[in-house]
């Protein structure tokens, strides 16, 4: 059996207690900048940064559209441009979403100097996690380059001179 069933057993348990985690910190910052600031400063901090958010996210989500299509028009597999388009729209939910905690990690996938960061952050862990799963990342990533193509390598047995077989007749038919 594959190691699929024990993923699912864990995976649920593990993302509802991050999204609780999540909501206590983000819920317990916005109290410290609340008693800190102010309820009204606090409040325009956040509907500035939602606005910056969508306005991000349109304008980067464009780019990254772009950039997806056009690498599917040269026949390129466009993995970055998948990245970097999925980076953008957990980016701009995040910023869109009131929180100072998810506003910081928004900005990061969204602002063009930091996704590449991101992306090679968040490929590293990937990988990692794939390999202690068992996968071999670098047959996946060898049999998906540019210019491979799939199939075995047979190698070829010596060949040796035939040797000549005393009852072979040559020679011509007549009709």
Request: glycine letters at 10%; hydrophobic letters at 50%; zero cysteines.
């Amino acid at each position: 059996m594959t190691g699929r069933p024990r993923l699912s057993r864990w995976l649920l348990p593990v993302l509802a207690v991050g999204f609780i985690l999540l909501s206590i910190l983000e819920v317990w910052l916005l109290t410290v900048v609340g008693n800190t600031i102010g309820l009204a400063p606090t409040l325009v901090i956040l509907i500035v940064e939602a606005a910056i958010g969508a306005f991000l996210l349109r304008r980067e989500g464009r780019k990254s559209w772009a950039a997806l299509v056009d690498a599917y028009q040269q026949g390129r597999v466009p993995t970055g441009q998948l990245a970097d388009a999925a980076l953008v729209l957990v980016g701009g939910i995040m910023l869109i979403l009131p929180g100072f905690f998810t506003d910081i990690v928004g900005l990061a996938f969204l602002l063009p100097p930091t996704r590449p960061l991101v992306r090679k952050a968040l490929g590293w862990m990937v990988a990692t996690q794939a390999s202690r799963s068992g996968f071999d990342i670098g047959v996946i990533r060898a049999q998906h380059a540019p210019g491979t193509v799939p199939g075995t390598v047979v190698e070829d047995a010596p060949k040796s001179s035939p040797k000549p077989d005393p009852t072979v007749i040559s020679g011509e038919i007549e009709d």
